[in-house]
Nanobody
Framework: QVLLVESGGGLVQPGGSLRLSCAAS????????ITWFRQAPGKEREGVSC????????YHTESVEGRFTISRDNAKNTVYLQMNGLKPEDSAVYYC????????????????WGQGTQVTVSS
């Protein structure tokens, strides 16, 4: 059974940090590009950060560049999203997703999705 399970979300003050984890079972993450998406209430789901399956490249949407870092631990079959300098506009449900194709922001190109973890940035 293929599963992606996110964890690490919570409530944090503006300027704070969180590290999200995305643990996979049923497939090897090293063969997939893994992307973190987020969805705020009333907004479309958007791509945040992606780690490539074909090389060591990572990609970030402009609004998180310099603040978020995506990394993977293939031995643990887990991908992480380190989020620093959090802002209220980062509040959303964060999802991880896996695709065999390449890093892409197109939702329909993803094979597997997690259930999401809530991140709330508020004082």
């Amino acid at each position: 059974q293929v599963l992606l399970v996110e964890s690490g979300g919570g409530l944090v003050q503006p300027g704070g940090s969180l590290r999200l984890s995305c643990a996979a079972s049923g497939f090897k993450m090293e063969n997939y590009a893994i992307t973190w998406f987020r969805q705020a209430p009333g907004k479309e789901r958007e791509g945040v950060s992606c780690t490539s399956n074909s090389d060591s490249n990572t990609y970030h949407t402009e609004s998180v560049e310099g603040r978020f870092t995506i990394s993977r631990d293939n031995a643990k079959n887990t991908v992480y999203l380190q989020m620093n300098g959090l802002k209220p506009e980062d509040s959303a449900v964060y999802y991880c997703a896996a695709t065999k194709i390449r890093c892409t922001w197109y939702l329909w190109e993803y094979d597997y999705w997690g259930q999401g973890t809530q991140v709330t940035v508020s004082s």
